[in-house]
């Protein structure tokens, strides 16, 4: 296991900054995932690590050692891509081989190694079978435990599900992390997918436009978003006034519990702030038509099945639209148009002002 820093590292292409002086520490044995949109910079800084790209100003550090110029060959990093990458003329077992092959590893000890990854990968019984007589899944295990036979110092997955169906990607995703935490070796995993990343990692990197906006473990980066930018990219927010009367600040006309404020002095002295609001934190609640004569209510716009929740969006005449998710047997009474009553849940925990 090995601990990566990367202290001010930048990278242009031409005109084009990829990575603007990033900061970034993984510790021994942790698995961090990088997230972004394309080309936020996340697959740039993979290939800095993996030695692919030079960083124009900055040091990569790999346990305490300067890697910056070291090249990829002498790095003993294991890579996984998107696109498999196996050699199509060898088996499952072959692929798994090569990397110990080239090394000159004792028969013995390639053959112990091998079964041994083929098991954790649950791989035996596909061992003498080539590429093309194997699923997505299947040859990104074989993948997974080529780049695993060799005992990197560390492993690097390069967007390793985007090419696989829902199902395929979610089971995948499971094992990677069972295969990481049960071999222990640091790990670096670019994703774009918001909730392959929270699945999967320690610590989650939000990066945009070359910069990493936050990096923190993923229910502090859901509960508790740095920025506007995270709070909108890590799923379904609501941006609602929040207004602060009697030493209390209340949203939708109620008072809320706030987490660490941070606000400005502007808004400290006014008195008015955003509040960042999931669509979990919201309850709604049909009108009866009495309710409904003395108000003006928030109405439902759409009503959407997904399963465990009923996402809901609302107009409100005090806000822009407002989506909630609502559980079970309390969503079976609304319909499009109808009148409701919608507020922060007083079980909901802290609201985040900005």
């Not at 520490?25 to 740039?44: F, H, M």
């Not at 590429?131 to 997505?136: A, I, R």
């Not at 070796?185 to 906006?213: N, S």
């Not at 609501?238 to 109620?254: D, E, I, P, Q």
Request: charged share 25%.
């Amino acid at each position: 296991m090995a601990t990566i820093e990367m202290t001010a590292v930048r990278k242009e292409f031409g005109t084009t900054v990829a990575l603007a002086d990033l900061h970034l520490r993984v510790e021994s044995g942790e698995l961090v995932a990088l997230l972004g949109p394309s080309g936020c910079g996340k697959t740039t800084a993979l290939r800095l690590l993996a030695g692919f790209e030079r960083p124009d100003a900055g040091r990569i550090l790999v346990d305490d050692q300067d890697v910056t110029t070291v090249p990829p060959k002498d790095r003993r990093f294991g890579m996984v891509f998107q696109e498999y990458s196996l050699f199509p003329n060898l088996t499952a077992r072959q692929n798994v081989e090569f990397g110990l092959k080239v090394r000159r590893t004792g028969a013995k000890e390639i053959a112990a190694t091998v079964d041994r990854l083929l098991e954790v990968t649950r791989l035996e019984t596909h061992a003498s079978k080539f590429p093309h007589q194997m699923s997505g899944g299947q040859k990104q295990r074989v993948a997974l435990a080529r780049a695993i036979a060799t005992e990197p110092r560390l492993l690097l997955l390069d967007e390793p599900l985007s090419a696989l169906d829902a199902q395929v990607r979610e089971h995948l995703r499971e094992e990677i992390r069972r295969l990481q935490q049960e071999v222990g070796v640091t790990t670096v995993f670019v994703t774009h997918d918001q909730h392959e990343a929270m699945a999967v990692a320690d610590r989650v990197a939000v990066m945009r436009d070359g910069v990493l906006e936050q990096i923190d473990p993923p229910r502090t980066l859901w509960s508790r978003p740095a920025t506007a930018f995270v709070a909108g990219f890590v799923g379904t927010v609501n941006r609602l006034s929040a207004t602060r009367r009697a030493a209390a600040w209340h949203v939708l006309g109620g008072p809320v519990t706030v987490a660490d404020e941070g606000l400005s002095a502007d808004a400290i002295g006014t008195g008015r702030a955003t509040a960042v609001v999931r669509p979990e934190q919201l309850e709604v609640r049909a009108l009866t038509p009495h309710e409904a004569a003395g108000s003006a209510p928030a109405r439902v716009r759409s009503v959407s099945f997904l399963g465990a929740f009923t996402r809901v969006v609302l107009t409100h005449p005090g806000e822009d639209m407002i989506t909630a998710d609502v559980l079970g047997a309390d969503a079976q009474d609304l319909r499009t148009g109808d009148p409701v009553a919608v507020s922060v849940r007083s079980t909901a925990g802290a609201v985040v002002l900005q």
